[in-house]
Nanobody, 116 residues
Framework: QVQLVESGGGVVQAGGSLRLSCAASGSVASEKAMGWYRQAPGKQRELVAT???????NYGDSVKGRFTISRDNAKNTVTLQMNSLKPEDTAVYYCNVDRWFALPYWGQGTQVTVSS
């Protein structure tokens, strides 16, 4: 079982920046991608961004051009740089490891609050 530990959430004013990091306790042989999802109160969990070991990225439409995902394969970490934050970015952000033919791994979540 791989553990995912997130860090970097907090409170920031609109227009500000935050960086989220996620460290996996080990490599995942069946990994498809690492990434971030978020869930706001009363809403479904949605894609923020994912990245494969080869560096191919995928972003949710609402964050394109503002957020950047990156990873360090040697350290099994993934980072989300969030710029130009908006109040609608307020949510719990979850680190994710998507796997081939198996259930994904999820972190415990970290709160991001953007004040207007």
């Amino acid at each position: 079982q791989v553990q995912l530990v997130e860090s970097g959430g907090g409170v920031v004013q609109a227009g500000g920046s935050l960086r989220l990091s996620c460290a996996a306790s080990g490599s995942v042989a069946s990994e498809k991608a690492m990434g971030w999802y978020r869930q706001a109160p009363g809403k479904q969990r949605e894609l923020v961004a994912t990245i494969t070991r080869g560096g191919r990225t995928n972003y949710g439409d609402s964050v394109k051009g503002r957020f950047t995902i990156s990873r360090d394969n040697a350290k099994n970490t993934v980072t989300l740089q969030m710029n130009s934050l908006k109040p609608e970015d307020t949510a719990v952000y979850y680190c994710n490891v998507d796997r081939w033919f198996a259930l994904p791994y999820w972190g415990q979540g970290t709160q991001v609050t953007v004040s207007s």
